[in-house]
T-cell receptor, first 113, second 115 residues
Framework: SQQGEEDPQALSIQEGENATMNCSYK?????LQWYRQNSGRGLVHLIL?????REKHSGRLRVTLDTSKKSSSLLITASRAADTASYFC?????????????FGTGTKLQVIP | SQTIHQWPATLVQPVGSPLSLECTVE??????LYWYRQAAGRGLQLLFY??????ISSEVPQNLSASRPQDRQFILSSKKLLLSDSGFYLC??????????????FGPGTRLTVL
C-alpha cells in the first residue's frame, strides 16, 4: 500500500512567502526523508528526520515529524523562484539488510517571482 | 566523492523491442542499488533492489527484469517492451547495512517512450 501521501498536490505562492507541505503515512517507520525533483531530473535529498526526532532544520527548511499522527511537514521559509520543483516525502524502514524507502506522490510547488 | 551515472538519457523504442538501461556508481563499494519508475506527474514506484552482486529482489510483478553483474553496475532489461513501460526510470544507491539512517542518491534518469 502507498506509504507517503502528500498534500496539497500542487501549491502556488509568491516569492518571499512560506510554503508548507504535508505528508501522511500508514505504518511504522525508521526515518522519513524529503526529496526535491526539478522537472525531468533525478531526485535530490533534502533532509532526513529519524523516528525519535520531532523537528529538524536545514537552512530555510524545517521538517516536523509526529509519529503518533503518522505525519510530517516540510516548511520552506522565504521562498524563492528557484524553489519551484516537486517535493516528495519518503518513509524508510529497515528490511532484511536494506533500507526500504517508499515515496509519496509529491507536491508540485510553484514560486512566482 | 560518489557519483551515479545512467544512460541513455532518453530512449524511444517500438512496442515489442528489447530494452537495456544501465546504471553505474563510482566512489563507493557494496552499495544497495535500486530501480524506480516514475509515471508522468506521479510518485516513484520501486521496481527492483539489490543488496549485492547477483542478488535481485522484485517489488512488483512486471515485464521487466534486473541484473547486477558487478558490484557497482545495475541493469534494467526487458525482452519485449509494452506501451505501459513508458516512463521515467531512476536508479539510486544507498549505503548498506542494518540500522543505517541514510538517504538515497539518485541518477539523472532515463526517459523511455514506447510507441
Amino acid at each position: 500500500s502507498q506509504q507517503g501521501e502528500e498534500d496539497p498536490q500542487a501549491l502556488s505562492i509568491q516569492e518571499g512567502e512560506n510554503a508548507t507541505m504535508n505528508c501522511s503515512y500508514k505504518t511504522s517507520i525508521n526515518n522519513l526523508q524529503w526529496y526535491r525533483q526539478n522537472s525531468g531530473r533525478g531526485l535530490v535529498h533534502l533532509i532526513l528526520i529519524r523516528s525519535n526526532e520531532r523537528e529538524k532544520h536545514s537552512g530555510r527548511l524545517r521538517v516536523t515529524l509526529d509519529t503518533s499522527k503518522k505525519s510530517s511537514s516540510l516548511l520552506i521559509t522565504a521562498s524563492r523562484a528557484a524553489d519551484t520543483a516537486s517535493y516528495f516525502c519518503a518513509t524508510a524502514k529497515n528490511s532484511g539488510g536494506y533500507q526500504k524507502v517508499t515515496f509519496g506522490t509529491g507536491t508540485k510547488l510553484q514560486v512566482i517571482p | 566523492s560518489q557519483t551515479i551515472h545512467q544512460w541513455p538519457a532518453t530512449l524511444v523504442q517500438p512496442v515489442g523491442s528489447p530494452l537495456s538501461l544501465e546504471c553505474t556508481v563510482e566512489g563507493t563499494s557494496n552499495p544497495n542499488l535500486y530501480w524506480y519508475r516514475q509515471a508522468a506527474g506521479r510518485g516513484l514506484q520501486l521496481l527492483f533492489y539489490s543488496v549485492g552482486i547477483g542478488q535481485i529482489s522484485s517489488e512488483v510483478p512486471q515485464n521487466l527484469s534486473a541484473s547486477r553483474p558487478q558490484d557497482r553496475q545495475f541493469i534494467l532489461s526487458s525482452k519485449k517492451l509494452l506501451l505501459s513501460d513508458s516512463g521515467f526510470y531512476l536508479c539510486a544507491w544507498g549505503t548498506s547495512g542494518r540500522g543505517t539512517y541514510n538517504e538515497q542518491f539518485f541518477g539523472p534518469g532515463t526517459r523511455l517512450t514506447v510507441l
